[in-house]
């Protein structure tokens, strides 16, 4: 039956939203020339919405109002309308989901794709589905869309239509089936896309997995082509498997097969690193199909850290956003899991604190970690696992106490004396004599913590140090705090470790402490004080240090240096008060001249040592003018 707008409600005009508009003009203009595309994009929403009406009616069967007519997409082409229509007798959209769907974008991450968009647009438009924009894909095809809606349980349908240029229009229609129907007026160049072979290609080449059977209907032309198919009425052809990928055995499963489901599952596009499918057979039944991505979802950093694996009961699908599937340390994992053990009327709500989902929790953790395990063997396979997901991965450090031992087996760290990532295993063992502790040390950058005054006297000694640069690290490190009976510590509260270990170094002759020496550094440290005042919360020595006069580090026990400006960042006002210590070298000649000054002189020298600690540190000098003032003077008192 055809739609019809009626005449009595004017079409209403609309703009799309600035994000959308701006997508649609990359998406019209970009060169991008795998645009076939665009319909495993609309048949992945029409799949989507078959999967949401047939949960709806679990709880509440009156919404399938056709008698319970099987879930079916269809194909149809008009070729001289030009025209090629996918439909769908799924839950379908009202006036006010059209205009929220396909007229804006709630997805965080908009911003950032549209970002990553302009760079290389050819190439990135592939990028369209992970961002969740898969309907918009409609456009680089078509120079006009019609959507016919009608939403389940619901009478009035609904013409959507655009031609991409900055609005849309709604209006009343009559007749409209339930479900979506979406006409695309393809463009000129696009016309290949009324060709069958054309169709049943890209529907077996990307979509073959999908659990609706995608039907391609007969097309009226071809009827009057006598020369074709001569005698024989066209008919209707099914042109997927319809059967859902995950019930199949692996042995009938290709590594294509895998990979399309993956881009339709994780609304990816690169190869998956690894894939499990397996069935766990026992006091709970399930089946899993599970992928770790190559590269980063666009929206692993987000806040609620959500994941993403599908949860299925005996193949009805139920949700895509449950807390209680997959930790959030594995939110990259993308896939389904299907289980009959589990009332297939189960609310979502009833869903989050379920003991046989904790249970199938447990079951796919322990597999992920056991292949994880396997392939950390191979190192430089699993260098691009943890290149990636490595920062992600330490969340679990200290959110999953129960796996914490495992998490830190799988765990790669950068070192102060290796190239590459290093394990705590490799880290143990090569300790070195009289070495019983795990040292490390927090900042932004390796390259730059490599050459921390810090480091020096592990450095000199060839005692390995961890450098740990992701803002996570600063949460687990004081957490962990063990690893085979090894402290983990930071290199600032090794405290006098150095002098108890056998390094590489040739022995240091013990410079013999007169009294007196000792007594000229106690008055240093007491001179140093009084003219720092509030500056720094005390002065000691320490052994750390080789080339350079002084370091400044966090009073142990509290946080980092690199720490508390993360928290400053996000505006955390405790660490303001953060205790800062001026560590001096006691053997270093510029702290020995230090001693035999006085008044103006050694005021300005201590102020000049303490900025310059800051500055290593990379923190912020407290006073950039006084700063260069004292260095100047001290420059031409040097120079002169
Ligand atoms: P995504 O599928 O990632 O959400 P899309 O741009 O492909 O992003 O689709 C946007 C939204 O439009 C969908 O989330 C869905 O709510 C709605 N939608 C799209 N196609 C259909 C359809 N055939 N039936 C019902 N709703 C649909
Ligand atoms: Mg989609």
Redesign the pocket.
């Known amino acids: 039956m055809a739609e019809t707008a009626t005449k009595t409600k004017p079409e209403e005009n609309l703009q799309f939203q600035a994000e959308v508009a701006k997508l649609l003009d990359i998406v019209v203009h970009s060169l991008y020339s795998n645009t076939e595309i665009f319909l495993r994009?609309?048949i992945?929403?029409?799949s989507?919405?078959c999967d949401?009406l047939r949960y709806a009616a679990i709880t509440d069967p009156k919404l399938l109002d056709d008698g319970g007519k099987a879930f079916e997409i269809h194909l149809s082409v008009d070729r001289t309308a030009k025209t090629l229509t996918?439909a769908?007798n799924?839950?379908?959209?009202n006036r006010e989901?059209l205009i929220?769907?396909?007229g804006t974008?709630a997805?965080s991450g908009t911003a950032e794709f549209l970002k990553a968009l302009s760079g290389d647009k050819a190439k990135d438009v592939s990028l369209i589905?992970q961002?969740?924009?898969?309907?918009?894909?409609s456009f680089m095809v078509a120079d006009k869309v019609e959507?016919f809606?009608r939403k389940a349980g619901e009478t009035q349908g609904w013409r959507w239509t655009s031609d991409g240029q900055g609005k849309f229009s709604i209006a009343e229609a009559d007749n409209v089936a339930r479900?979506?129907?979406?006409v695309l007026h393809l463009k000129k160049d696009a016309e290949d896309f009324l060709e069958t072979f054309r169709l049943r290609k890209i529907v077996k080449t990307y979509s073959d997995h999908i659990a609706v059977p995608v039907i391609l209907d007969p097309i009226p032309s071809e009827k009057k082509d006598a020369n074709k198919d001569k005698g024989n009425e066209p008919k209707a052809e099914t042109l997927n498997s319809a059967s859902a990928l995950w019930t199949r055995p692996k042995s009938e499963i290709t590594a294509d097969q895998y990979k399309e489901f993956y881009h339709h599952v994780g609304?990816a596009f690169d190869e998956p690193w690894h894939t499990l499918h397996f069935k766990a057979e026992g006091a709970i039944e399930y089946t899993t199909l599970l992928f770790i991505p190559t590269t980063k979802p666009f929206d692993l950093f987000n806040p609620e850290r959500k994941s993403a694996v599908k949860l299925y009961v005996n193949r009805v699908f139920i949700s895509d956003q449950l807390e209680g599937l997959m930790p959030r340390y594995l939110r990259f994992v993308r896939g389904v899991v299907d289980s009959s053990d589990l009332p297939l009327n189960i609310s979502r709500e009833m869903l989050q604190d379920n003991p046989v989902l904790r249970k199938i929790q447990g079951g796919l953790v322990k597999r992920l970690l056991k292949d994880l395990k396997e392939r950390s063997e191979m190192p430089e396979d699993y260098a691009k696992f943890w290149d990636v997901f490595g920062p992600v991965m330490k969340e679990g450090l200290y959110e999953d106490f129960e796996r914490r031992d495992e998490l830190l087996e799988l765990a790669r760290f950068r070192s102060s004396l290796h190239e590459g990532w290093v394990s705590l295993k490799d880290y143990t063992g090569r300790m070195k004599e009289g070495q019983d502790a795990i040292y490390t040390i927090t900042g932004e950058d390796a390259a730059m913590l490599k050459n921390s005054p810090q480091l020096e006297g592990f450095m000199a000694k060839g005692i390995e140090v961890l450098l740990l640069t992701d803002p996570i690290d600063e949460f687990w490190a004081s957490s962990v705090g063990v690893y085979e009976k090894k402290p983990i510590k930071t290199v600032a509260g090794a405290g006098d470790d150095l002098a108890k270990i056998k390094g590489d170094e040739a022995e240091e002759k013990k410079e013999e402490q007169g009294a007196a020496a000792e007594q000229a550094i106690k008055d240093l440290i007491e001179k140093l004080k009084k003219s720092l005042g509030t500056a720094v919360a005390d002065v000691r020595t320490t052994d750390k240090l080789k080339g350079s006069p002084v370091c400044l580090v966090a009073d142990t026990g509290g946080v980092s240096l690199h720490m508390a400006r993360m928290l400053k960042q996000h505006g955390d006002a405790q660490s303001l008060a953060i205790r800062k210590i001026l560590e001096i070298n006691a053997k270093h000649a510029l702290i020995k001249r230090l001693m035999v000054l006085s008044g103006s002189s050694f005021d300005d020298a201590a102020a000049l040592l303490l900025d310059q600690a800051r500055i290593v540190e990379g923190e912020p000098v407290a006073d950039p003018v006084a700063f260069a003032k004292r260095l100047s003077s001290m420059l031409e008192k040097a120079l002169g």
Request: hydrophobic residues 45%; aromatic residues 8%; without cysteine.
């Open positions: 994009e609309l992945s929403n029409a989507d919405a949401k996918i769908d799924g839950v379908g959209m989901e929220a769907n396909l974008i997805k589905g961002f969740g924009v898969g309907f918009y894909s959507v809606a479900g979506a129907k979406i609304h």
